[in-house]
T-cell receptor, first 118, second 108 residues
Framework: EPEVTQTPSHQVTQMGQEVILRCVPISNHLYFYWYRQILGQKVEFLVSFYNNEISEKSEIFDDQFSVERPDGSNFTLKIRSTKLEDSAMYFC????????????????FGAGTRLSVL | RKEVEQDPGPFNVPEGATVAFNCTYSNSASQSFFWYRQDCRKEPKLLMSVYSSGNEDGRFTAQLNRASQYISLLIRDSKLSDSATYLCGHNQGGKLIFGQGTELSVKP
C-alpha cells in the first residue's frame, strides 16, 4: 500500500538553527500539506501546496517557515531559525487531485518527524 | 466557540462495550467530515469519512447532524485494539481542521 514517508523520524537541534524536514508524498498525489502537533495538543494545519505553490497557510506559518518541492518526489518544510516553541511532531500529508470536490479528498499522513529544539 | 470541539475523555470501557463520541463544529458551511484514529505519538490514520448523513464500516458508525452541527462516532463491540485517540475533523477548503481528540481506553 502506498504511503507518505518522512525523514528523519527525530530531529534534535539547537535554538536558532535551521532545520529541513523531508517528505515523500504518495506518487500520484498532487496536494501536499504540513501539520504540526505540539505534545498534548491538537493537530494543527500549517500549509497546503498545489501546483508548485502555496495554496493556503495558517497564522503559525510565518516568515520563518518555507516549503519547497525541489524535485518530482520530495516535499520539504524548512524552519529558518528554530525556537523552543517549534518543538513538536510535524506531519506531512498528501491527497489525490480532486475529481469532483477538493473537500472530499482524503488526506494520508506520514509517520511524522519529532522536532526537539534545545 | 472552538472550530471543532470534542470531549477529551478519557473514556474507559470494558471489552465488548458500545461507546459513542460526539464532536461539534462551528462552521455551518462545512461539507466533509472525517474521523481519524491516532495511536500514541503516531500519525492520524483515517477511520471514516462522512459527506452526507452518515457512514458505517463494520463496528464503526458515524452520524452527521447538520442542523445541530455535530458528528458522532459509535463503536460497537469494542476491542482492546480500539484503544487510541479519536480525532474529529472537517475539511475547510482543502485543509483539515481537527478537534483535540477523544481518548478511548478499552480494558479486558
Amino acid at each position: 500500500e502506498p504511503e507518505v514517508t518522512q525523514t528523519p523520524s527525530h530531529q534534535v537541534t539547537q535554538m536558532g538553527q535551521e532545520v529541513i524536514l523531508r517528505c515523500v508524498p504518495i506518487s500520484n498525489h498532487l496536494y501536499f500539506y504540513w501539520y504540526r502537533q505540539i505534545l498534548g495538543q491538537k493537530v494543527e494545519f500549517l500549509v497546503s501546496f498545489y501546483n508548485n505553490e502555496i495554496s493556503e497557510k495558517s497564522e503559525i506559518f510565518d516568515d520563518q517557515f518555507s516549503v519547497e518541492r525541489p524535485d518530482g518526489s520530495n516535499f520539504t518544510l524548512k524552519i529558518r531559525s528554530t525556537k523552543l516553541e517549534d518543538s513538536a511532531m510535524y506531519f506531512c500529508a498528501s491527497s489525490e487531485r480532486a475529481r469532483t470536490e477538493r473537500d472530499k479528498n482524503i488526506q494520508y499522513f506520514g509517520a511524522g518527524t519529532r522536532l526537539s529544539v534545545l | 466557540r472552538k472550530e471543532v470541539e470534542q470531549d477529551p475523555g478519557p473514556f474507559n470501557v470494558p471489552e465488548g462495550a458500545t461507546v459513542a463520541f460526539n464532536c461539534t463544529y462551528s462552521n455551518s458551511a462545512s461539507q466533509s467530515f472525517f474521523w481519524y484514529r491516532q495511536d500514541c505519538r503516531k500519525e492520524p490514520k483515517l477511520l471514516m469519512s462522512v459527506y452526507s448523513s452518515g457512514n458505517e464500516d463494520g463496528r464503526f458508525t458515524a452520524q452527521l447532524n447538520r442542523a445541530s452541527q455535530y458528528i458522532s462516532l459509535l463503536i460497537r463491540d469494542s476491542k482492546l485494539s480500539d484503544s487510541a485517540t479519536y480525532l474529529c475533523g472537517h475539511n475547510q477548503g482543502g485543509k483539515l481542521i481537527f478537534g483535540q481528540g477523544t481518548e478511548l481506553s478499552v480494558k479486558p
